[in-house]
């Protein structure tokens, strides 16, 4: 794994930021400048906290790629006190963090466990096919014979570039069609529940609101922090459980849509790299959020790490 400097990700061309692994492309407006400098302020705040916090805890190794700040894993580590290691034999923990849709399982040097070491394919046909299974209901389906409304979007994370259509279409390679959840709330904002997840539990949501036009668009007008008790009932929360052990997604984000014309919630996208907090989170929640995050993740490392050593026969 190398270390170098964080430029190096970006390419810059005629006003557009490329990111050069998911080649994801960021126009450089004032919107986006006004929300780097959002997120500078958050980001001094984290520096200064984590300088007064020990890192006293367990070693982390992450392969093939050790996430940038921007990444919500970044904040959290550090919050939690975990110490960044550079090789396998000083750690105590591995973290498989690779920022592409299809990734390759990795092989750990040493018989370390590995966070999200499984936790391969976030394509969204793999999400819809592993929802299909747990909630017993179809999200994906066949544009061809399809009567209502449906999505198309790139099977590939990132891509932000879901259409809706209302008649029956020739499918697409690289695409995907799934059916239009009514996420729309009564003022004509959509709303989104991003769920970070930490070994299948949800110890937070964020609420992200964004006008109906701008449905697939990668921002918002508004982000709520709330307790996970105040948008998903208990038997919900299991089936997300559920939903994120299938994908044997250990740590991530998980978007999930409320669908207002039966209550029934649909998981529609799955991140194992996610950023955050959200941009449009007020600083002080993102702050609670960072903490909540980083305490729930200490507690599943000394967890993982318990559970290892008994299964190695080290501790009785």
């Known amino acids: 794994m190398q270390n170098i400097a964080w430029w190096h990700d970006f390419r810059f061309s ?15 407006e004032w919107g986006v400048i006004g929300d780097t400098a959002t997120w500078l302020g958050y980001h001094l705040c ?9 890192a006293k805890g367990p070693k982390i190794w992450f392969t093939p790629d050790r996430p940038r700040p921007w990444y919500l894993i970044w904040p959290v580590m550090h919050l939690a006190g975990l110490r960044v290691v550079h090789t396998p034999q000083e750690a105590d ?43 017993t209901r179809a999200l994906e389906i066949d544009p061809t014979r399809y009567e ?6 790139s099977e590939l994370n990132g891509a932000h570039d879901g259409q809706i259509h209302h008649n029956p279409c020739a499918a697409q390679p690289g695409r995907v069609y799934q059916r239009l959840i009514d996420n729309l709330a009564d003022d004509g904002c959509v709303e989104d529940l991003r769920c970070p997840t930490v070994g299948g539990e949800i110890p937070l949501v964020f609420i992200k609101r964004r006008p109906k036009d701008q449905r697939f668009a990668n921002m918002n007008t508004q982000v709520h922090l709330v307790e996970p008790a105040q948008v998903f009932t208990d038997s919900e929360r299991a089936q997300i459980k559920a939903f994120c052990q299938a994908m044997q997604l250990d740590w991530g984000g998980i978007d999930v849509l ?9 998981i529609v996208d799955v991140n194992k790299t996610d950023m955050g907090p959200p941009i449009r989170l007020p600083l002080k929640d993102k702050l609670k959020a960072s903490h909540i ?20 026969g080290h501790s009785v």
């Open 14 to 28: 005629n006003g557009v930021m490329h990111v050069k692994k998911t080649g994801a492309a960021v126009p450089i």
């Open 46 to 54: 984290i520096e200064a906290l984590r300088l007064k916090t020990p």
């Open 93 to 135: 923990i591995a973290f498989f963090f690779e920022d592409l849709t299809h990734s390759p399982i990795p092989t750990p040097p040493t018989a370390l466990p590995m966070i999200n070491g499984a936790c391969g394919n976030a394509a969204k046909s793999q999400v819809a096919e592993i929802f299909e299974q747990v909630f």
């Open 148 to 153: 209502g409304a449906f999505v198309e979007k």
């Open 258 to 266: 409320r669908d207002r014309r039966d209550g029934q919630i649909w």
């Open 293 to 312: 995050l980083a305490q729930t993740l200490k507690n599943y490392i000394s967890q993982r790490l318990e559970g290892h050593l008994h299964h190695d």
